[in-house]
């Protein structure tokens, strides 16, 4: 079964960076879409971007373009998320989400942005 494991959370100042990753088991890493999403307290499951299986063309909401990029790394079985110009409103779980033809979440990574 696949398991996806967040990592790279944890507490930065309002405009810094971070870098999140997702790391999928499992040996068809390459087969999944992607996907980033967050949940502030309080609030719904937002979705933020997904990649397709090979890297091209991620999608974006708008609330993170310019600022969050996605990326993935099939020999590592690894998705990640750069975020930089952080705002206090980007606080919240950051999750992961792989989908293929089902979808399976991770348990989430805590970004918490000070101002």
């Known amino acids: 079964q696949v398991q996806l494991v967040e990592d790279g959370g944890g507490l930065v100042q309002a405009g810094g960076s971070l870098r999140l990753s997702c790391a999928a088991s499992?040996?068809?890493?390459?087969?999944?879409?992607m996907g980033w999403f967050r949940q502030a307290p309080g609030k719904e499951r937002e979705f933020l971007v997904h990649i397709s299986r090979s890297g091209d063309s991620p999608y974006y909401t708008d609330s993170v373009k310019g600022r969050f990029t996605i990326s993935r790394d099939n020999a590592k079985n690894t998705v990640y998320l750069e975020m930089s110009s952080l705002k206090p409103e980007d606080t919240a779980v950051y999750y992961c989400k792989a989908r293929f033809g089902m979808d399976i979440w991770g348990k989430g990574t805590l970004v918490t942005v000070s101002s």
């Open positions: 499992g040996r068809t890493f390459s087969t999944y879409v």
